[in-house]
């Protein structure tokens, strides 16, 4: 099994490129408790897409610390890897977005591998849950959304963003982008609209269980996108939409698999403190070694 780690955001609203940033106790960033919590559960391959002015640095730095068992891809996301044939506003500099940053591992991932953000800390338990999903041979053909409870998502330093789910039993129907989300006297407030939410539904974390053949269809999708006004200004192809179309084409069922964890991230700076108390708290408990790799 293989994780996907994207490391490729600027961190416009935390100040600097929060996932190259130290949150352990002994400096460690978020996205290694990722991995050490992966390889614990079985995951043999670690990928990361990155800046390409950080992949020497981070391929170094990681290869001093995974177990020596565990193989290791540093993967640039670049503007100029596009489909062939394609063309793109040559003054562009913000990257592709997500879905671009999954298909830019296509030459690396061969088989089933879960995708999530290295700049926010998942839980031990949601990495179990993942392994148990792609060992399940009942599940061979289907992709998996990791579901954390809106509630226990969100930021006390301003609005978040997150994919609030809508579910037919255990299986996914539909992910909605709600792109300001904030407490609201017991619930949960869309600063955009007013919609009110229970607090108790699921979210998606950017924490996706998929399989090699999406990254064919990235590959269609993004030719078309790069062909229309989409990409114009900032554009971007985001990974929850392109699961949203292949389910929709029926070309796959996506479960949702409850993480059973507790989830923080650091959207702002303000997060920092919070993650370092969380993460010093699990060290004293047992929970995770000091130093991490030993």
């Given at each position: ?255 949702v698999v409850p993480s059973n964890s507790q989830w923080f991230g650091v ?28």
């Open positions: 099994m293989t994780l996907l780690l994207m490391a490729g955001g600027f961190g416009s609203r935390y100040g600097k490129l929060k996932q190259f940033d130290g949150f352990g106790p002994n400096g460690e960033f978020l996205m290694e408790y990722s991995m050490y919590d992966a390889i614990q559960n079985g995951f043999t391959h670690i990928v990361v897409v990155t800046h390409k002015d950080s992949v020497e640095k981070i391929q170094s730095y990681l290869r001093e610390r995974l177990p020596a068992h565990v193989a290791l891809d540093v993967v640039p996301q670049v503007i100029e890897d596009v489909p062939a044939g394609s063309t793109y506003d040559p003054d562009r500099s913000k990257p592709w977005g997500t879905a671009h940053a999954v298909w830019a591992a296509r030459d690396v991932i061969k088989g089933p591998f879960g995708v999530l953000n290295a700049d926010d800390y998942y839980g031990q338990q949601a990495f179990a849950e993942s392994a148990g999903f792609f060992n399940d041979t009942s599940h061979t053909n289907n992709y998996a959304l990791v579901a954390y409870r809106l509630d226990e998502t969100l930021s006390t330093h301003g609005s978040v963003s997150r994919g609030v789910s809508e579910t037919d039993g255990n299986m996914l129907k539909q992910v909605t982008e709600r792109l300001k989300l904030v407490p609201f006297e017991g619930q949960v407030k869309d600063e955009e609209d007013g919609t009110l939410f229970k607090g108790d539904e699921p979210v998606s974390m950017n924490f996706w269980l998929c399989r090699a053949n999406i990254f064919d269809f990235i590959e269609k999708r993004f030719t078309e996108f790069l062909a229309s006004s989409e990409s114009e200004g900032k554009g971007e192809i985001y990974l929850p939409k392109i699961v949203q179309e292949m389910l929709d084409a029926e070309m796959i069922g996506v479960a959207t702002y700076s303000d997060d920092k403190e919070f993650a370092q108390k969380e993460l010093a708290g699990k060290v004293d408990k047992g929970l995770y070694p000091s130093p991490l790799w030993g």
